[in-house]
């Protein structure tokens, strides 16, 4: 897509504030959500710290935008360490792995983002670090091989992905903590709104306005930070700073946003199946070819949410509007009983 969407999950430069990213918790007592993950993770921090040992190495799996990252940095936190962030693409050689491990601290926390496209090579590099906090790198070859042990400071792995089931085996068994991050509910978004609300100095934000924001988040802290900054600007160039529900939604109307999450991208997916391929089933492939869109960003960006709101449905045959998100387009579609769920 030429622009980046508003709605988007993933990360952007225009999450942040100017000098960093001020709604991020820096620690655990600040952050929203994901309470079983919290309590575990409390846990495993204090016990560490009472042994002077590095927490056991976490995995996080689970869709975009909702705090891996964040969670990263508050378990450094926690620790009194730091936090070394790399991701898995960026990671093309083993020799690119063992420069980063040897650039470690004692108890410092190593964060590798999408950590499921990281090269088999350099897997096999890590596998001795996590375990035994060394790194066998192999010297010339043929009879002449050496294997030389470098040895590097304790440390943490945590690791996060959105595709968990891509990652090997010996990779995912060598994690001592895994966790899947859940989307969250309207009133822990609103938690987090206000709380982000009080940082950015939006003092006249009306309790029903942000629970208006936050329902149209898709369930996502990083969509519903990135909302309340639009909304912001609105008000305080529209409407003298205040923010209420009509502000809210003149605010969202403008950027295409409709009352349950959905922007035109959203509506013009669902319009696709329903006039071009009447109403489906049809193959993703078909789909994204005719709205001149990538089909793995349909899947990674587009789907998720309508298959979560229940307004499309995976079948054996194909993608298929259901019956609530032809209502909800305003379009009809012929009922069929023959389409297999999966």
Wanted: hydrophobic share 40%.
């Amino acid at each position: 897509m030429a622009t980046e969407r508003l709605l988007s999950p993933q990360s952007s430069d225009a999450d942040s504030e100017p000098g960093g990213n001020p709604l991020r918790p820096t620690r655990l007592a600040e952050y929203v959500g994901q309470p079983e993950l919290i309590e575990r993770l409390s846990i495993a921090i204090e016990a560490s710290r009472k042994r002077s040992e590095p927490i056991e190495h976490l995995l996080l799996h689970g869709p975009p935008g909702l705090g891996k990252t964040t969670l990263a940095h508050v378990a450094a936190n926690e620790m009194g360490s730091t936090v070394h962030a790399t991701s898995g693409p960026a990671l093309a050689r083993g020799t690119d792995l063992v420069a980063t491990l040897t650039r470690l601290q004692p108890h410092d926390v190593l964060f590798i983002d999408e950590i499921h496209r990281l090269p088999i090579a350099v897997e096999e590099f890590i596998y001795p670090a996590m375990e035994d906090f060394r790194i066998d790198v192999t010297i010339d070859s043929g009879l002449h091989a050496q294997t030389v042990q470098i040895k590097c400071p304790p440390f943490t792995l945590i690791g996060a992905t959105t595709r968990a089931g891509l990652l090997s085996s010996p990779l995912r068994s060598r994690f001592g903590l895994a966790h899947h991050l859940r989307y969250y509910n309207d009133a822990d978004l609103l938690r987090i709104l206000t709380r982000s609300a009080q940082i950015l100095g939006v003092t006249a934000a009306a309790e029903s306005a942000l629970h208006r924001i936050g329902s149209r988040s898709r369930g996502t802290p990083r969509i519903a930070n990135r909302l309340l900054r639009r909304v912001r600007d609105y008000a305080d160039v529209r409407a003298e700073g205040r923010i209420d529900e009509s502000v809210v939604d003149a605010a969202l109307q403008l950027e295409g946003i409709d009352r349950i999450g959905l922007d035109e991208l959203d509506r013009a997916y669902l319009r696709t199946i329903a006039t071009t391929y009447e109403g489906g089933p049809v193959g993703l492939e078909a789909v994204a070819a005719t709205m001149n869109q990538d089909a793995g960003t349909l899947e990674d960006m587009i789907e998720p949410f309508l298959l979560q709101s229940g307004f499309l449905a995976r079948t054996r045959r194909g993608r298929k509007l259901t019956q609530a998100g032809a209502d909800h387009i305003g379009v009809e579609i012929a009922s069929s009983d023959d389409a297999e769920l999966f």
